[in-house]
């Protein structure tokens, strides 16, 4: 009887859509949270967005420690290619997620990680060849 009340309480969960392209250029709130300036304009008559070098630099910041991770014939599954780098014992954190098929994004949060991992230029996990990138 408990269980009828709790289900018919909980509320469906607001379904955000993805901004269009010109709603994100026009809207200010999230160009207020990064701290940068975003400006259209076109090209030949091709929209483009216009970002200053500080401003790119902020948008990279996060990224300064990462690496790609390129597989050439299979990769394992993702689960496997986080407890390799799990099994690393980094001393940061770091991130797995995949680009696509054949690379994985690394992110990790230190330079001596970074160092460490980015020295070897490939490694086996799980019997396949993963070669990195910057």
Do not use: W
Request: proline content about 4%.
């Amino acid at each position: 009887m408990e269980e009828k009340k709790e289900a018919e309480q909980i509320k469906p969960k607001k379904v955000i859509l993805p901004k269009s392209f010109k709603e994100a250029l026009s809207g200010s709130c999230e160009k207020e949270n990064l701290g940068i300036t975003i400006s259209s304009s076109s090209v030949n008559g091709i929209p483009a967005i216009l970002v200053s070098e500080n401003d790119l630099k902020k948008l990279a910041e996060p990224y300064k420690f990462a690496l790609v991770g390129k597989f050439s014939f299979r990769r394992p599954l993702m689960e496997e290619i986080r407890k390799f780098f799990h099994d690393l014992h980094l001393t940061g954190m770091f991130l797995v997620t995949l680009l696509d098929a054949r690379h994985v994004f690394i992110n990790l949060s230190n330079e001596l990680d970074y160092s460490i991992i980015f020295l070897r230029i490939s490694y086996f996990v799980r019997n396949c060849q993963m070669r990195l990138l910057k």
